[in-house]
Nanobody, 123 residues
Framework: VQLQASGGGLVQPGGSLTLSCAAS????????MGWFRQAPGKEREFVAT????????SYADSVQGRFTISRDNAKNTVTLQMNSLTPEDTAAYYC?????????????????WGRGTQVTVSS
């Protein structure tokens, strides 16, 4: 699976941003999809995941209630809507695909990674 993330940028605290990830190469609906992020000097961490059908989602505690993950299996895309952003959300965000039905929260278990898209939250 090839994954191409887009939508990163600079946003003020309290603002919103939408990340998108386009998948190609394999049957998109066979993979759970997720987003991870990595801040400078820190390890990559789980953000959100969505099941193959889109019927089940899971979020890191730090983004619960602010971020929403969704997918469109007809368009082979997954989206991360980010609201109420804070400087602590600044990181490179990575799209991920996993063959487990409900995805994974563990970095080492991800099957495919896209390139990161940078999100910077600053005034």
């Amino acid at each position: 699976v090839q994954l191409q993330a887009s939508g990163g940028g600079l946003v003020q605290p309290g603002g919103s941003l939408t990340l998108s990830c386009a998948a190609s190469g394999r049957t998109f609906s066979n993979y759970a999809m997720g987003w991870f992020r990595q801040a400078p000097g820190k390890e990559r961490e789980f953000v959100a995941t969505i099941s193959r059908s889109g019927g089940s989602t899971s979020y890191a505690d730090s983004v619960q209630g602010r971020f929403t993950i969704s997918r469109d299996n007809a368009k082979n895309t997954v989206t991360l809507q980010m609201n109420s952003l804070t400087p602590e959300d600044t990181a490179a965000y990575y799209c991920a695909a996993d063959s487990a039905p409900f995805g994974t929260t563990v970095v080492s278990l991800v099957d495919y990674w896209g390139r990161g898209t940078q999100v910077t939250v600053s005034s």
